[in-house]
C-alpha cells in the first residue's frame, strides 16, 4: 500500500516510516519540520516540506501521487502538539494545531479521495480513570488541553467518517519511549518531557539531575503510575492498523500499551540497576493524573498485536541512542 506519513520527520512518525517499509509499503512523508528532521526520515521514503495546516500543501502531495499512477490509499497523522504542561498555558496555540491542522488534513482527504486514515491519539482523553486500567468504552473527560484538543480529534474523524465513507484507525497509547534497534532514529529533540528519556539523559550526564514531579498522589509510592510501551512495538500497531482498515473497509478505536503500570520511582529504580541516576522530588507538574493503564485486548483480538519489548529492553534502546548521539 501507498502511504501518507504527516509529521513522519518527527519521533513515533518516523519509527512508522521504518516499520511501514520493513513490512514492504511505500512511503511519503510530510513534514513541517517544526519539531522533526529529515535525518529522522527513512532513505526509502520520499520526503515533502509541508504544513498540515494548508490544504494546498496536502491536496498537492495526494494529486501528484494520484498523477503518478499510484494514488495514496492511507494517510496517517503525528502531527500534534502533544507536551501537556505546555497545552495548559498555550490552550489556544493547541487548538489551532491539533484540531484546524486535522480539520484541514481530512478536508484534502475527502476532496482527494482518500478513503482512510490513521490517527495516533493519546490516553490523556480519558483523564482521571475511575478504575486502574482504562478500557476503550471508559468515559472520556481529559483534564488538559492537549487531551481535550485529541478527543475532538477523534470526534471529527468519526463524523467525517459517516458523512464520507472515510475508514479510520485511532489508536490511543499511553507513555512511548525506546528507540528503533538500527539506533538511528529516536526521541531527539530539545524539548524533553518524557520521564524515560530524561532519566537517560541524567545517567548520560547531560542534566544534572532527573526532577520526579509530585511524590503525593494517591499510589503505593506517591508517584505517578504510567503504562510504558516501546516506540517499535507502537509503530507495528500502525501498520497492522492501516492494513486492517484498507483490508477489511472498516473503522477500529483501541488502546496500545503494555497492558502494566509502573510508577515513576519504579522507572528510576529499575534504570538505576543499569545506570547511575541522581534525581530529586520537585512539586506536581500541572495536568497530570495519577493513574494511567491500558487495557489492550482490543488490538490484541482485531490487529493480533501484544508488545514484545519489557521495560529494561525500553531503557536500554534509549540510552543507547542517546549515548550514541553524543558520540
Known amino acids: 500500500m501507498k502511504v501518507l506519513v ?3 520527520a518527527g519521533y513515533i512518525g518516523s519509527h512508522t516510516t521504518y516499520e511501514l517499509i520493513r513490512a514492504g509499503h511505500e512511503v511519503i512523508v510530510l513534514d513541517n519540520l517544526s519539531t522533526g528532521s529529515t535525518e529522522n526520515v527513512h532513505p526509502q521514503a520520499r520526503f515533502v ?7 494546498s500543501d496536502i491536496v498537492h502531495v495526494l494529486n501528484a501521487e494520484a498523477q503518478a499512477g499510484a494514488p495514496v490509499e492511507v494517510a496517517m497523522h ?3 502538539k502533544l507536551i501537556v504542561p505546555e497545552s495548559v498555558e498555550q490552550p489556544l496555540a493547541y487548538y489551532e494545531n491539533n484540531v484546524e491542522g486535522l480539520r484541514t488534513m481530512l478536508e484534502a482527504l475527502v476532496e482527494c479521495g482518500v478513503k482512510n486514515i490513521v490517527f495516533s491519539s493519546t490516553a490523556a482523553v480519558y483523564g482521571e480513570p475511575i478504575t486502574p486500567e482504562c478500557d476503550e468504552g471508559d468515559a472520556t473527560e481529559p483534564i488538559n ?15 467525517v467518517g459517516a458523512a464520507h465513507d472515510l475508514n479510520y484507525c485511532i489508536l490511543r497509547y499511553f507513555n512511548v519511549a525506546g528507540a528503533d534497534a538500527s539506533l538511528k532514529i529516536g526521541l531527539d529533540k530539545d524539548q524533553l518531557t518524557h520521564l524515560i528519556p530524561l532519566i537517560m539523559q541524567a545517567a548520560l550526564g547531560i542534566r544534572e539531575k532527573l526532577f520526579i514531579f509530585g511524590d503525593d498522589y494517591d499510589t503505593p509510592d506517591g508517584t505517578c503510575i ?10 507495528q500497531a500502525h501498520v497492522l492498523g492501516a492494513e486492517y482498515i484498507l483490508n477489511n473497509k472498516t473503522s477500529l ?12 520511582r519504579e522507572v528510576v529504580d ?8 541522581p534525581f530529586e522530588y520537585a512539586p506536581r507538574r500541572p495536568g497530570d493524573p495519577a493513574k494511567l493503564i491500558a487495557r489492550i485486548e482490543r488490538a490484541d483480538k482485531i490487529l493480533k498485536w501484544k508488545p514484545q519489548h519489557n521495560l529494561q529492553s525500553i531503557l536500554k534502546s534509549d540510552y543507547e541512542f542517546r549515548k550514541r548521539r553524543i558520540g
Request: net charge positive; hydrophobic share 45%; aromatic share 12%.
Open 226 to 235: 504510567r503504562d510504558y510501551v516501546h516506540v517499535t512495538d507502537l509503530a
Open 78 to 80: 503525528f502531527a500534534a
Open 6 to 8: 504527516v509529521g513522519g
Open 253 to 264: 478505536l483501541a488502546n496500545l500499551g503494555s497492558g502494566s503500570g509502573f510508577s515513576v
Open 145 to 159: 488541553p492537549y487531551g481535550e484538543t485529541k478527543l475532538a480529534c477523534e470526534k471529527m474523524i468519526a463524523w
Open 270 to 277: 529499575a534504570a538505576r540497576k543499569l545506570f547511575e541516576v
Open 49 to 55: 516540506w509541508g504544513d498540515i495546516r494548508r490544504k
